[in-house]
């Protein structure tokens, strides 16, 4: 198993406006200093809360943002110190999937209009060789070639995702990042679209960095989770490990709070206190220490490093 | 209810469209339909009441023809009009479009010198570039073409603004669009609308402030015949001759009504869809 | 027609209802249409089913199924062009079709009360939040105003709301998405309402606060014995805090059953389908989820037989032309299916 895309350390802070002159220092670290790798072939899985940092660091791995510090490495490249033009050839071989169907296509543009845009940005088709592989995506994604001339409203949500995920397909991309997917979508068509996310990985081999808040979309599709608190990474493990023996507090709370298919299971569960809201984590020291049950004096001032607890199963906890 | 709207909206976009293209007609056809060459004076035929067959709606002080003087005059009402809300839309757009997708101080910058321009009512502007230029058609259309694009470039900044936030945009940048291409693709398109929305809006205003530069003697010189100056004129020899005035100033009204029209309607059908969808 | 008692037999109840006396929300035949340009809209097409006082209902299913403008119609706030055409709602004896605006008003707030998707739109921004909970009381009893608020900042402290007293007075914006909710249902229960309806009330929120919210809602139904008729889409959160499970599609209800029934036992192939789409936690990994072929029929041009025989892996001829009533497939356990009159015949 190769590595396909590294990360290092990387940070992303936000200051608290955008005037300068207003700037009193106060900065919100969306992400902090994460740091993991994904194999090629692979799905990653980052869940987390709202806050958390997940969307913020994917955008980053696809340098939609830039970072505040830190490193991304893809195929062995550098993709934080590339030129405006290398960029460019990176946004072929890694794309991206949103969230919103009812957004992320525009209504003044037929399907036709907007699946042209890789093949014509980077040359890859044109004519009829282009028409074909256009209508040959659109059937493998379960939509008919005759979508070409419509437009985006006259498709439902899980259709236009479906065009979404054609679209990103159409630079044949080595790595997709899909952010939050389904979230918008139905169960039983979520059900279908992680189906078909699913197919194409397998027919079309890339590598997928799988960021979700549905614990069993994450479980469901991954082969390594991460789970991000705050902005930063609190646990790492492969599947199994991280269902049957999570070590993070935080893990194991989102785990029994994701609501099991079993009556009666209200009330037996370990609540957490508060909210991420309104407690701010103490500078300095573990960013879970206000809502965490097993905390202690230590954690309030110390930053618990991410440390392997096992194979492959990385924790920042000082006491997992 | 809808049903309602949408009928009432396309019956006001009709009138309007119709009672547009009738004056537009007019200006074009104008040598062909006016019955006399409004520039010919017959002193003679001084004063002449409206209803009789020769001059239909009567003659002026010096005995022009009325009729021929307000066909004619609509060209020069929409050829202003026309010039300078032109102008207005390539100036105000394209600052406005800058200023929205750069952002930052060249949003600053570009904004505060619109926001300037737009201080000044449009009358102030005209006096200064009409003292600049002269009595002129030139004069009228760089002063309203002026006083006008601020307020494109205000529209289509905020459209832009918000336009760029879009997951579709972000889309076309993760697909490696450069940033001509977004601009063609994803934010123009969506800002048309707009743009033809207020276009009509600020052609009725042109109409309005030729008449009234016109009216205030800035606009094109006697004895070419323009609604404005027919207004001013006809206010001198009110007592002797009320239909120059009165025909002037209905045309105008006429003119700028259906402008008004065509705008409300087209506000109507084109705005709530496009913005639905976008939701 | 359909038969019409759906009680439940659930053992697992907390609160024991007594032998059958008056059910305290019966929904009788209800078909509510909306009247649209482009055709009629049958949102809600023969819906019947009744909540006992003190049980926790769930009303489930996807988007389109009509559970959002059931719940409209039970508080009368369906908008134009919808309209109840058919169909009799009685609530504690009343029947609430025939009331007057003023007298269904009356009724909302102080019997009846909602608790609805989004706290922030809920709440007024520019009072006070403790200020909006006493105006529910104010409204509907004769407290006077410092009874009033003093009994607000008693419920918002029931919620769960630090310092209750001093947090009365911070307005909504102030709070987060969690905390909102927990305001909102304080303003719910502040006349002590015997129904509270709730619309995806944690759709939206971080999933450890979710929990939270269920735990406050069946602590609410333990100490206050309101019952509570919980809409979602979410069947997971559904089954974890409802007694009895009702599968609305397309416009009706296709099963009907005490909760554990239907989770270990899921009658029609459509709530089968929909449980089996969810991805699972935990468990052997499956590669691929049963997920349902097709979509949701359109509500504007239902299919003439059951409607959700064009994705049905059971269909057979008779499904696409005649439409299944609901048959008893067990205690208490009803199915929308031609399986099952098989079955028991």
Partial sequence: MTTLVEIKNLTKHFAASR???????????????????????????????????????????????????????????????????????????????????????????????????????????????????????????GLGADALGRYPHQFSGGQRQRIVIARALTVDPRFIVADEPTSALDVSIQAQVLNL??????????????????????????????????????????????????LHPYTQALISSAPAMEPGQMGKKASLKGEVWNRMPPPGGCVFYPRCPIATAACETTLPPFEAKGKNHWVACLHA | MKLIRRLRTNALAFI??????????????????????????????????????????????LGRDVLSRIIFGSRISLLIAGLSVGAAIVLGVTSGVIAGFFGGWVDTVIMRISDVI???????????????????????????????????????????????????????????????????????PNILPLIMVQATTSLSWAILAEASLGFLGMSVEPPTPSWGTMLTTGREYFYSGPTVPLFAGLMTLIAVYAFNLLGDGLRDLLDPRAWEQLN | MDPLPLTSHDADKKHPTEERIEPLLQ????????????????????????????????????????????????????????????????????????????????????HMSIVLQDAMGALNPVITVGEQVADVRLAHTTDSRKGAWEKAIELLGNMGIPSAEERAQYYAHEFSGGMQQRVVIAAALACSPALIIADEPTTGLDVTIQSQILSLLLETREQMGSAILYISHDLATVVNICDRIIIMYAGEIVESAPTREIITDPQHPYTQALIDSIPPLGGIPREFLRAIPGFPPNPVDLPPGCHFAPRCPHAQEKCLTRRPGLVNCGPGHYARCFLYEEKTN
């Fill in chain 1, 197 to 246: 996310l699913r197919e194409l990985q397998r027919d079309f081999r890339f590598t997928m960095l799988l960021i979700s808040h549905d614990l069993r979309v994450i479980y469901h599709m991954s082969d390594h989770i991460g789970v991000m608190y705050l902005g930063r990474l609190v646990e790492l493990a492969e599947k199994r490990d991280f269902y049957s023996r999570p």
């Fill in chain 2, 16 to 61: 309007g469209a119709l009672a547009v293209l009738g004056v537009l007609l007019m200006a074009m056809a104008a040598p062909v339909i006016a019955p006399h060459d409004p520039l010919e004076a017959e002193t003679s035929d001084r004063f002449l009441p409206p209803g009789n067959s020769k001059y239909l709606l009567g003659t002026d002080f």
């Fill in chain 2, 118 to 188: 737009f201080a000044i009512p449009t009358l102030m502007t005209a006096l200064g570039v009409v003292g600049l230029l002269g009595r002129s058609m030139n004069a009228v259309v760089v002063a309203l073409a002026v006083s006008y694009s601020p307020l494109f470039a205000r529209v289509c900044r905020s459209a832009v603004v918000s336009i760029r936030e879009m997951g579709f945009v972000e889309a076309s940048r993760a697909i490696g669009a450069s940033r001509a291409r977004i601009l063609a693709k994803d934010i123009i």
């Fill in chain 3, 27 to 110: 929904v009788k035949n209800l078909h509510a249409y909306f009247f649209m340009e482009t055709g009629v809209l049958k949102a809600v097409d023969g819906v019947s089913f009744e909540v006992q006082p003190g049980e926790i209902v769930g009303l489930a299913g996807e988007s389109g199924c009509g559970k959002s403008v059931t719940m409209k119609c039970l508080l009368r706030l369906l908008p134009h062009p919808g309209r109840i055409v058919e169909g009799e709602i009685r609530f504690d004896g009343q029947d609430l079709l025939s009331l007057s605006p003023g007298e269904m008003r009356q009724v909302r707030g102080k």
């Fill in chain 1, 19 to 141: 005037l300068w002159i207003l700037r009193t220092g106060q900065v919100t670290k969306a992400v902090d200093d994460v740091s993991f790798s994904i194999q090629e072939g692979e799905t990653f899985g980052l869940v987390g809360e709202s806050g958390c940092g997940k969307t913020t660091t994917g955008r980053l791995v696809l340098r939609l943002i830039e970072p505040t510090s830190g490193k991304v490495f893809f195929e062995g490249q550098e993709v934080t110190a590339l030129s405006p033009s290398e960029i460019h050839e990176y946004r072929k071989k890694a794309q991206i999937i949103f969230q919103n169907p009812f957004s992320s296509l525009n209504p003044r543009r037929s399907i036709e209009d907007i699946l042209s845009d890789g093949y014509e940005i980077y040359d890859l088709a044109k004519g009829t060789e282009r028409q074909d592989r256009m209508a040959a995506l659109l059937e493998k994604v």
